[in-house]
């Protein structure tokens, strides 16, 4: 015989569900958030400042990023493998990232024909993923962090390149660190 729920028994098992399924959503508790916010601000800083020390290929930082990939994709399988439950709301976050991945990598992949201006454009995708997981999950800071990178990304467009990375940085520090940290807390 089940147990009726009082009516604060009810609004507490909601509130708890609703926390949880927005620390899940935000990456188990921003995970995926500050994981790519570190690697992809620490590239675009190590990027702009090998640029500035003339250094022959400051591309090679970005390399850093085929481990984070790795990392990336074991986290989200263990996690996977550990709730067992996959909710509407994690298969529909999972697809719209692997979608801004993939149109990340056709950027990247056609960068000389944008003249070079592939973060401006890499920008513009993460503020959509970063506004629409903060949208879905309903926590406002992780939808300012979406806006503040299409502000950047705009702001990009008329920067030279090498101050981009600089710009990029900064953005990728405030739309997905502290939004994931406050993920974390949270």
């Known amino acids: 015989m089940e147990k009726e729920l009082t009516s604060k028994e009810s609004l507490e ?31 675009n800083f190590g990027h702009y400042i090998l640029t500035k020390l003339d250094f022959d290929a400051p591309y090679v930082v970005w390399l850093g990023l085929i481990p ?38 056709i950027v990247l992949s056609f960068m000389s024909n944008l003249n070079m201006y592939q973060n401006p454009i890499i920008l513009i995708l993460a503020s959509i993923g970063i506004f629409t997981t903060g949208a879905m999950v309903k926590v406002n800071l992780i939808k300012f962090g979406g806006i503040f990178l299409m502000a950047a990304a705009l702001f990009s467009f008329f920067l030279p390149i090498t101050e981009q990375y600089l710009v990029a940085g900064i953005a990728i520090v405030i739309g997905y660190l502290v939004p994931g940290y406050s993920l974390k807390r949270g």
Do not use: E, N, P, R
Request: charged share 15%.
């Open 13 to 43: 098992l909601i509130t708890q569900m609703i926390t949880k399924a927005k620390k899940t959503a935000g990456g188990d508790g921003g995970f995926q958030m500050l994981l790519w916010g570190w690697a992809i601000s620490i590239c």
């Open 68 to 105: 984070v990939i790795g990392i990336s994709i074991w986290h989200g399988v263990t996690k996977s493998k550990k709730t067992g439950v996959k909710t509407h709301l994690d298969s529909v976050l999972s697809q719209l990232w692997i979608m801004i991945f993939v149109g990340i990598v």
